[in-house]
């Protein structure tokens, strides 16, 4: 075990590098020209460092999505990543200090990326590479909500054994996540009847005060016990105060942690009544994650990577996390999934998203190890 840590520390410098070309092919999720350059990025970099084609799932839209195949047997190991970012060119500066690493996407998660090559590489080299297949999928729209990959991701995961999430740790810590809420868009729209605020307001049906009847509703659908949370977080409406407005609309989002209360909002919001006889509402959206429920083959993987952590002195812990990832898809699907494979650092979408240099060789090297033992 010690030689696959001693193999990736002689390599440091290389990973770095690696990290440092693909953060440099910047990404913002809309931007499918950007994207698909940072694609080409990784295809090279896969057939510099495990000499892998990419198999190419074309996208009109948004970036191409890219498959990498290595190793042979019975069994499937996937490896997910995404390689889009919420950040546009040149928002952010990519510079290393001593023991910080920051730039756009660098924790969110294009690191994870090139520690699981590195993971994946230093198996090959040391001829340590478990008798399966190793399957990469690097998808291009996870930052949007993987509208063109959802599809292709359940669909390579219940082709696998396993299913290894290469996003960063917990914030802040080293924590890899066993479970994930799931997540909702949805949104309202209100139509009462416009009149004269002054003359004749009695004419008038209120779609604003309509949408604040809604959002108390909506809003008591939350179950805090249940982790379940409920934020209209966008409200419009109206225009000249002196007219009863027509037109309003909300949008919200929800989080859930079982299927369950996932089916459950579901209802409750399509199945919104008006407070206002004579308002009409119209309802869209759908649940846009499934959640990533803790099961027991999921805390077995967990106790494997603990298990391959402790031979380099590492203490890894658990977490349940708020937000999704492409994992929930796979866990969804009964696969068994584990989470928070990637780097360490902190502040994923915000200005100073970083790694901790210091923690790409052990969470490398804890990922090779886990490889070889699933």
Known sequence: MNTLHTYLQEHQRSILDDIEALVRAESPSNDKAAVDACGQMLRQLFQDRLQCQAETFPQTEKGDHLGFTLGEGDRQILILG??????????LAIRRETDKFYGPGILDMKAGIVQAI????ALVELDALPNARIRFLCTSDEELGSPTSRQRIEEESVASDVVLVVEPATANGNALKTAR???????????????HAGNNPEEGVSAIEELSHQIQYLHSLADPGLGTTVNVGMVRGGGPLNVVPEEAELGIDVRVTTLEEAGRLYNAIYQSTPFHPSVTLTVSGDMTRPPMERT???????????HAAGAFGIELTEA??????????????????LDGLGATGAAPHAEYEHIEIASIVPRAA???ALIRQV
């Open 82 to 91: 995404h390689f889009d970012t919420v950040w546009d060119i040149g928002r």
């Open 118 to 121: 590195w993971a994946v590489k």
């Open 181 to 195: 809420k799931g997540s909702g868009r949805f949104y309202m729209h209100i139509t009462g009847k416009a009149a």
């Open 296 to 306: 027991h083959a999921t805390a077995r993987l967990f106790e494997l990577a603990q």
């Open 320 to 337: 349940s996390v708020g937000g999704g990832s492409d994992g929930n898809f796979a866990a969804a699907k009964g696969i068994p999934t």
């Open 366 to 368: 804890i990922l090779a």
